[in-house]
């Protein structure tokens, strides 16, 4: 089994719907991401939590929030989905402090908006 | 913001030869990370650095942390088919502050 699953792995949905991307975890690390990747522009911070009581914004968050419900789940929404948040997702978790800050990636959740 | 400059964009090369890739920073990071990306699938850690000047090799993969800590460069050497795929560097400022700045992405084509 996966250390990070992410559900679901494709989702086609229509514009001003409300959807929601989960992410799960089982290696036990405190900080989760979620990031958005688009075609030639690498990989883009939309949240991330450093533990349940901490939530931050990332470099583009506007059109999406994020609920860590517990240390090892921790949920994307798209409020009213629009058409160019249509890209590839990934959830990511990492450990804290030393040599253990690399993170670690799901296998992704490929959404488009139509 | 911190930007990862990555380079080259993508490469087309012959199975067995060597390949070299380079991120560099406009900013200090303390640790440097190398990750690879196949088709369909989230990126996978292939090297960790975590001090400047340090040298870590995995298998065929060479990673170097650059002294300025500001650049760090990918070596493959005796490239495979399966090599192919998108090579990511990413920096992490370090201390409290956790997070992965990446660069745009390597695309690399080997050809049989």
């Known amino acids: 089994d996966a250390d990070v699953t992410q559900t679901p792995r494709n989702r086609i949905t229509k514009t001003g719907k409300r959807i929601m991307l989960e992410c799960s975890q089982t290696?036990?690390?405190?900080?989760m991401y979620w990031y958005r990747q688009d075609p030639g522009l690498g990989l883009r911070l939309i949240y991330y939590?450093?533990?349940?009581?901490?939530?931050n914004k990332g470099e583009i968050s506007d059109g999406y929030s994020v609920s860590r419900q517990a240390q090892a789940k921790f949920s994307l929404s798209l409020e009213s989905a629009i058409p160019n948040q249509t890209a590839l997702y990934f959830c990511?978790?990492?450990?804290?402090?030393?040599?253990?800050?690399?993170?670690?990636f799901g296998q992704g959740t490929r959404l488009t908006v139509v | 913001g911190q930007q990862l400059n990555q380079s080259p964009q993508s490469m087309f090369i012959q199975e067995g030869e060597d390949v070299s890739m380079n991120c560099t920073s406009s900013?200090?990071?303390?640790?440097w990370l190398w990750y690879k990306q196949d088709p369909g699938e989230g990126p996978v850690l292939l090297i960790a650095?975590?001090?400047?000047?340090e040298l870590t090799s995995n298998g065929r993969l060479t990673a170097q942390f650059g002294i300025t800590r500001k650049d760090s460069f990918l070596n493959i050497s005796a490239s495979i088919p399966s090599d192919v795929g998108i090579y990511f560097c990413?920096?992490?400022?370090?201390?409290?502050?956790?997070?992965?700045?990446f660069g745009k992405g390597t695309l690399l084509t080997v050809n049989p």
């Open positions: 990511a978790t990492s450990g804290t402090g030393g040599t253990g800050t690399e993170a670690f």
């Open positions: 290696k036990g690390h405190d900080r």
């Open positions: 939590s450093f533990d349940v009581k901490d939530i």
């Open positions: 900013s200090i990071f303390n640790t």
């Open positions: 650095l975590y001090k400047a000047g």
């Open positions: 990413a920096g992490q400022p370090g201390g409290s502050n956790c997070k992965l700045t």
